[in-house]
């Protein structure tokens, strides 16, 4: 099956500094999204991007999809954007999700 | 437009019992998928449906099965649980039939298992 493998694992910032999150994933996809997990575990849509480039206020997101890549990009980071990202590529009917980046973002 | 929900919130059980979850997706969506999440596993899929019909299932033993209804509500019910079953259970939907859109979650059911 796909394999998705997300890096880094662990990510500390200061507060007001930017952040690049990657998603390798192992064959062609036509589902990509990246998710934000909230302290309750609820999984947040932040992109849907199986290829191109998106922006939605401080987050953006590339998706390379011939080199088999995404990029999370956070800027002007916050402590609300702490959480664990995942990343998610479709195989079939289901998605298969990375292991996650925790981001702690300290003020 | 309503998000999914998930019924309940919390649930403890013991070992031996089982337990049923609900899930209600999004308003018009006919896609919906179940997945667990622990901390050693990570986020694994269950079982798919779609218009009351399973489409895929995961690597889990037979004691974990679901159901969709005409309503596009789903269930899942685990039987015999297990300590290794605490977990959080989330289900997401979606509208298309071929998994190209974006898959929306609920805010989970949290089942610990003493």
């Known amino acids: 099956g796909i394999q998705v493998e997300q890096s880094p694992p662990d990510l500390i910032l200061q507060e007001g500094a930017n952040s690049t999150l990657r998603c390798n994933f192992s064959?062609?996809?036509?589902?990509l999204q990246w998710f934000h997990q909230n302290p309750w575990g609820q999984l947040i849509n932040l992109f849907y991007i199986p290829s191109g480039t998106k922006q939605n206020g401080r987050l953006s997101a590339t998706t390379v999809a011939t080199e088999r890549y995404s990029l999370l990009y956070i800027s002007s980071s916050q402590t609300t954007d702490s959480g664990v990202y995942f990343c998610?590529?479709?195989?079939?009917?289901?998605?298969?999700f990375g292991a996650g980046t925790i981001l702690r973002v300290k003020s | 437009k309503a998000g999914v929900t998930q019924t309940p919130r919390y649930l403890i059980k013991t070992r031996g019992q089982q337990v049923t979850l609900s899930c209600s997706p999004i308003s018009g969506h006919r896609s919906v998928s179940w997945y667990q999440q622990t901390p050693g596993q990570g986020l694994q899929f269950l079982f798919e449906y779609f218009s009351e019909t399973q489409r895929n299932k995961g690597n889990f033993p037979g004691r974990f099965s679901g159901r969709q209804f005409s309503n596009s509500r789903s269930e899942m019910n685990v039987s015999t649980l297990e300590l290794g079953d605490s977990a959080l259970y989330l289900c997401a939907s979606g509208s298309l039939q071929t998994y190209t859109d974006t898959q929306y979650f609920g805010p989970g059911t949290r089942l610990t298992v003493l």
């Open positions: 064959d062609s996809v036509n589902n």
């Open positions: 998610a590529v479709a195989e079939g009917n289901k998605l298969v």
